[in-house]
């Protein structure tokens, strides 16, 4: 009766360990991304294949719009937001596959990249400018500000965490409801629809998690650029 009662939540146990079907995805989906990564750079050529070109088109792309929101720091933000932004697009489409449900409809999955984001903002910002420093912003222009700044980084990762939650969890629901009234004859049109979605949603999340790091480290360097003036 015990294991007839995890079933549903759990699809099956590593002695204490609890593996769900969104904890089951994410690592299939990580074994994806660095199956395919570890085949396509082990050869790397002068004269690129069809997959290392579309990799190198894709990471291109990423650089070009980290480039576009912080310029100096491109190559040191690259490998944290093609990670997320790249993990993020397969997550979300996922949900494609027959009896597959997208990690990022789960809150607990999203919460933890919003997590992930919030430790980065501040990590790059200690290593830009020091912990001193980077802690000092806080206090400006004022110390009464501190507890606002405290509560616009927890609202704001919340907030991160919810929307693509939300988006990616109405998203499936209305599929399977407009499936379910209007069967199989529109199934082009459901899919097109989800793919789109998934990628823009994607790209809001990497957008949003790119400003906010970015966002850290040019304040810290206005502000020392102030007090070296």
Same mark, same amino acid.
């Given at each position: 009766?015990? $294991?007839?009662?995890?079933?549903?939540?759990?699809?099956?146990?590593? $002695?204490?360990?609890?593996?769900?079907?969104?904890?089951?995805?994410?690592?299939?989906?990580?074994?994806?991304l660095?199956?395919?990564?570890?085949?396509?750079t082990?050869?790397?050529?002068i004269?690129?294949?069809?997959? @290392?070109?579309?990799?190198e088109?894709?990471?291109?792309?990423?650089?070009?719009?980290i480039t576009?929101?912080? !310029?100096?720091?491109?190559?040191?933000?690259l490998?944290?937001?093609?990670?997320?932004?790249?993990f993020?697009?397969i997550?979300?489409?996922?949900?494609?596959?027959?009896g597959?449900?997208?990690?990022?409809?789960?809150?607990?999955?999203?919460?933890?990249?919003?997590f992930l984001?919030?430790?980065?903002?501040?990590?790059? $910002?200690?290593?830009?400018q020091?912990?001193k420093?980077?802690?000092q912003?806080?206090l400006?222009?004022? !110390?009464?500000?501190?507890?606002f700044?405290?509560?616009?980084?927890?609202?704001?990762? #919340?907030?991160?965490?919810?929307?693509?939650?939300?988006n990616?969890?109405?998203?499936?629901?209305?599929?399977l409801?407009?499936?379910?009234i209007? $069967?199989f004859? #529109? !199934?082009?049109?459901i899919?097109?629809?989800?793919?789109?979605?998934?990628?823009?949603?994607?790209?809001?999340?990497?957008?949003?998690a790119?400003?906010?790091?970015?966002?850290?480290? @040019?304040s810290? @360097?206005?502000?020392?650029?102030?007090?070296?003036?």
């Amino acid at each position: 009766m015990q $294991g007839q009662e995890i079933l549903p939540e759990h699809w099956f146990r590593f $002695g204490s360990l609890a593996v769900s079907e969104t904890i089951f995805t994410t690592w299939c989906i990580m074994l994806l991304l660095v199956t395919s990564m570890w085949l396509i750079t082990r050869r790397l050529n002068i004269h690129p294949s069809p997959m @290392q070109a579309a990799a190198e088109g894709v990471v291109s792309t990423i650089e070009a719009a980290i480039t576009a929101v912080a !310029p100096q720091h491109a190559k040191q933000l690259l490998p944290f937001i093609a990670s997320l932004w790249i993990f993020i697009v397969i997550a979300n489409l996922s949900g494609l596959i027959p009896g597959v449900h997208s990690p990022t409809r789960d809150l607990s999955a999203t919460a933890a990249l919003a997590f992930l984001v919030f430790l980065a903002a501040h990590w790059f $910002g200690i290593r830009a400018q020091g912990i001193k420093n980077y802690l000092q912003h806080y206090l400006s222009p004022s !110390p009464i500000l501190l507890p606002f700044h405290i509560i616009s980084e927890i609202t704001r990762t #919340v907030a991160l965490a919810v929307r693509l939650f939300g988006n990616i969890m109405s998203l499936e629901m209305a599929a399977l409801l407009v499936l379910f009234i209007a $069967g199989f004859l #529109v !199934p082009i049109p459901i899919l097109m629809l989800h793919i789109i979605e998934a990628l823009v949603q994607a790209y809001i999340f990497g957008m949003l998690a790119l400003i906010y790091i970015a966002g850290g480290l @040019q304040s810290q @360097q206005l502000r020392y650029q102030k007090q070296e003036e």
